[in-house]
């Protein structure tokens, strides 16, 4: 069975303090793996995608990464405006599997 | 571009009741997805559209849901009869994910319906 843990359920920063959220899977042949933010109220809004291990992606103060066996997302500087819930997923390399979700990370960055 | 469009926003009824969500997904994504996501819990998928017919409905609990894709565009859910434990919120997303297409395709989620059933 595909499964996705984040750790830690919740991290609160100071205004600046760099960091890393952890996404941990299993999944037998992985399709993808996803990383979605998430406002209160508000549908998961995608971020990222990473296929293969090695691969990293950015986007302004944060910085996905891939290995065999979880992925990171680091966020360098971080302001107010990123604190929301970051979700992970992973879809297996098998027909039309579903995306699996993690329980998420809620972030809040106090300035 | 417009992204995926649902309805209502917020729906709170008692148990037992009907109620009936609309989704309207982004121009020419052939992939539908229904998800419902209890308060603290990531999305769980509920059931999956390619075009109109129904790719995976493995998780959707079918004495009670039921969904249909119109015309392979939009997509109703419906619950009959409500339980307190269906109080969650109801996300549709799409892709444009093709069946057997090698890598992940992207899923773009609509806002929510926030359901409350009392």
């Known amino acids: 069975e595909d499964q996705v843990t984040q750790s830690p359920e919740a991290l609160r920063l100071q205004e600046g303090e760099s960091s890393s959220l952890n996404c941990s899977y299993t999944v037998s042949g992985l399709r993808g793996l996803f990383w979605y933010r998430q406002d209160p109220g508000k549908g998961p809004e995608f971020l990222f995608t990473l296929y293969s291990a090695g691969e990293e992606k950015e986007k302004e103060r944060l910085k996905a990464t891939l290995t065999k066996k979880e992925s990171f997302l680091h966020i360098t500087a971080p302001k107010p405006e990123d604190s929301a819930t970051y979700l992970c997923a992973v879809q297996a390399y098998r027909g039309n599997t579903p995306l699996v979700f993690g329980k998420g990370t809620r972030l809040s960055v106090i300035a | 571009e417009a992204g995926v469009a649902q309805s209502p926003r917020y729906k709170i009824i008692e148990k037992r009741q009907s109620v009936a969500f609309w989704c309207n997904p982004i121009?020419?994504?052939?992939?539908l997805y229904w998800y419902q996501q209890i308060l603290g819990q990531g999305p769980k998928l509920l059931i999956q559209f390619q075009n109109n017919g129904v790719v995976d409905d493995s998780q959707l609990p079918k004495d009670r849901f039921s969904a249909e894709r119109l015309k392979g565009v939009d997509s109703t859910l419906k619950i009959q009869p409500a339980k307190l434990e269906d109080s969650a919120v109801y996300l549709c997303?799409?892709?444009?994910?093709?069946?057997?297409?090698?890598?992940?395709?992207?899923?773009?989620f609509g806002p929510g319906t926030r359901l409350l059933v009392l």
């Open positions: 997303a799409s892709s444009l994910a093709r069946y057997g297409q090698p890598l992940g395709e992207t899923q773009y």
């Open positions: 121009s020419g994504h052939a992939t």
